[in-house]
């Protein structure tokens, strides 16, 4: 026979109050119930561990020894599955969140805030990477997930949205196309241009842009930073085109953002984790807050 849990509670509620008929009270179980289980659990052992009498039952030398570690067994496994529970319940865990640094500095701190606010017993790590490590770090396990723009042909991942984010132009307010309601991709040919470098997807996307308005351009300046981009643009140097969640970091500076059209080139900002492992409770919930922040944040979300 194997000795299941039912076993061990029986042994240790008949041990705690020396007494059948308390111990099934206790338990919940008829006697007979009780008194087989315990029958089996000797049986299975080889040995007594209990000496009955017609006024109490006394533990032997061997049930003594045998409560001190089944007590343990039993307390770890009410430990782990109130652990997990509470996982289930969202009182306690980790999130492990890898994304760009535009990402990890414009929307995920408010995130982390407002998830706070409702889940205070979760910890939530960030850590801020190149968009190209951030894969790896999902799929070696060493995140729990990230967040940004990827590749279709990244293996290894699921993806689940989060926003849609397209590109703008952002000028300093005293710019024209600060009065307008948005700006064309043509009418770039008239501007100093400010781009960020070849290593970035957005250069990519911005020339594929430039190229659907007709356009040949040289950059202005090329950075490789969206807050360096931001301040070339508010000391007046030119204009830059950018994603749309970069206008929470243009709140500290004086440009504004302005939808760039004909054409209007989108993108996909998705919360990745790695292929055949399940979403926990505590990321589920954080994508969510995630969600929510951007649309607060981005306008058109």
């Known amino acids: 026979m194997k000795i299941a849990i039912r076993h061990l509670e029986a042994f240790l509620a008949v041990a705690s109050h020396g007494n059948f008929s308390t111990a099934a009270r206790h338990l919940d179980i008829a006697q007979p119930v009780l008194s087989q289980a315990v029958k089996d659990l000797e049986a299975a052992l080889g040995l007594r561990l209990f000496d009955r009498t017609t006024r109490r039952v006394e533990l032997t030398a061997a049930g003594r020894e045998f409560q001190g570690s089944t007590s343990k067994i039993v307390e770890d496994l009410e ?20 994304a760009p640094p535009l990402l990890a500095s414009a929307i995920v701190p408010r995130a982390i805030t407002n998830f706070r606010c409702d889940f205070p017993g979760i910890v939530v790590e960030l850590t801020d990477v190149g968009t190209e490590q951030i894969v790896q770090t ?24 989060l926003f849609r984010d397209s590109l703008i132009l952002f000028c300093r307010k005293q710019h024209p196309a600060a009065a307008g309601p948005m700006f064309r991709w043509r009418d770039l040919g008239d501007e100093d241009v400010i781009m960020l470098t070849r290593a970035s997807g957005i250069r990519l ?11 040949s351009i040289k950059p202005a300046f090329e950075v490789s930073l969206v807050s360096t981009a931001l301040a070339l643009v508010e000391a007046g140097l030119g204009i830059a085109v950018l994603p749309s ?44 807050v995630l969600c929510n922040c951007a649309q607060q944040l981005i306008p058109g979300q």
């Not at 430990?79 to 492990?96: E, I, K, S």
């Not at 990827?150 to 290894?156: I, M, R």
């Not at 911005?206 to 356009?215: F, W």
């Open 79 to 98: 430990h782990a599955v109130q652990n997990v529970r509470d996982l289930a319940a969202r009182r306690r865990g980790r999130v492990r969140i890898a």
């Open 205 to 215: 996307l911005t020339e594929v842009g430039i190229e659907a308005a007709g356009l």
């Open 138 to 161: 999902v799929v070696s396990g060493a995140v729990d997930c990230g967040i940004g723009t990827f590749s279709p042909s990244e293996e290894g991942i699921e993806r689940t949205l």
């Open 245 to 288: 969640y970069a206008l929470a970091a243009a709140r500290h500076h004086a440009v504004v953002g302005k939808p760039l059209v004909e054409p209007v080139i989108s993108r996909d900002v998705v919360l990745i984790r790695a292929s055949g492992r399940s979403i926990s409770p505590a990321v589920a919930s954080f994508s969510r």
